[in-house]
């Protein structure tokens, strides 16, 4: 999981403004939050001697950058998921929009239910009820503490 | 909605889209009952006899003259079957004089006798999820083997006195010698033994319940175990989980869990509940039971007849004709006892093939329970479960099989 002092460190730490942040440490906070894109930093890509660091925060935010991880951040690791179960009846989410079925321990019987198991393994969906979306976003890891795969991270 | 037979579990929730007979989609299927559906289309056994590949009713002809000729058959397996075809193999077995035996007989035996005859409390998994405050898992590991258990029962969910779910109303305890996936959720619960260290924790425990210092040199442990007995004392419903682990590293010593569970139900209120793998073991001991007073390890050889020289892992000295139901009885043995098994002729009835039914002289092929063949079994809890096929197969159910054989012996 990549924080704001790794990717900062990666930065030119020049504070430029060129990216329309007032500081780099802004711009890293951005990058972590998927507001911008590492090509909206123009030295970083354009000056020779932060080739190294382009390469390495590249590499820090592949997964971030990646389809596979949602607007969230999750990723899911489906080749550590057991089906189990326990981050979708754990999801206070899916247990708020969803009383007569995840809440209980049975399989989503709402279409409002943010993770489900399909085909044996975990899988994402309606990911804006996710308390990690948007803007308010609130820390909850619920879904992580409760998997004995360790199958769930966020980013 | 259909019923998995994965574990004994049996989870009714579970929806499929099947497109031209095979499956394609699943819903809340975990990640072991998936690789039973999938296996719908893999390594299926064809009737045979001697390797050669026979018609259905050839294979079952063949079974009945072998099984009919023995002087001494023995008929193993059963834990995989439905209730149903239970009953119509043990009246199999009274026919021919036969001894039957099934799995529990080196596994959960012990602890589901005590459970069916009452001497240990017990509730169902519904009871669990609605009241139950203290879980216990003991040298069981639900994650990798009864993956729904914690969701749809014993932690996670919410029930009618747990309504905040496990958070704030649970707590879980896993005492382990590993750290087995379900350690990794119930972190600050895990109890870590050395191996063949249950008895000594059972001490220490029935210590810290009465109030005294647990014999044990790790202070840390001490004080942790002295904790425990304080946690344990306040529940309002506690359920323990035992699983082989704790059955294998108890051994002879098994006996030594009753003062435990009494002690416990002086100072609370704790329930047992066997961590059965297999889907219908219980519906297999439960039939027996009602029907010979046994549990397991029955000869019907002379009125009926039970003891240790029944069991499979015995049985097998002296049995000149076995059949193999739902179980790859040579893996799970030891090897210098699949030798002994490997030389006797052998009828094997199974939806796979395996190393048993590799080395039967007879193999019959049967439907998958719960996707091909309906029928009904009972959940680890004892609840009767009852499914129907939601899959068009060719293959006969066990029940079907075994009648059969049962009018051609
Ligand atoms: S982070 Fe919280 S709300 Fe989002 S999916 Fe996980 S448990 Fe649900
Ligand atoms: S992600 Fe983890 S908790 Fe969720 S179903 Fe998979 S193994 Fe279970
Ligand atoms: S927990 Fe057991 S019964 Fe339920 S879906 Fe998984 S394997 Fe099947």
Redo the contacts with the bound molecule.
Sequence with gaps: MANVMEVYQLLPKTNCKECGYPTCMAFAVALLGKEKIIEDCPPLIENPKYEKKLEKLRELLAPLMSADATE?G?IIHTDKCYGCGN?VV?????VANDPKGTALGFGPKSGRA??MVEDGVIK?VNVE????FGPEKIL?????VTCPGRA?E?I | MAVCTGCSLLCDDIELECDDGKISLTKNLCRKGEGRYRSLREDRLVPAVDGVKVSFDEAISKAAEMLGDAENPLLFGWSNSTLEAQRIGIDLAKKLGATIDDTSSFCQGYLMEKVLRGEYPTCTLDEVRNFADVLIYWGSDPSSSQPRHMSRFSYFPRGEKRQRGYEEDRTAIAIDVRKSPTVVITADGFFRIPPGGDAEFIEALLAALGGKMPKVKDKKMKKKILKLGSTLRKAEFGVIFPGLGLIYSLKDEIDKLTPLITRLNEVASYKLIPMVGHYNMRGFNQTLLEETGHINRVSFKDGVEHGPQFAVTEAVNDCDALMVIGSDLISALPAAISRKVARIPTVAIDPHRNLTTDMARVTIPSALSGLEAGGSALRMDGVKIEFEPVIESGYRSDAEILSRIMEAV
């Design positions: 969230t999750m981050c754990a999801c206070p989410v899916n943010i993770l994402c009820e996710c308390r990690r909850c890891n619920a879904c992580v769930i966020f």
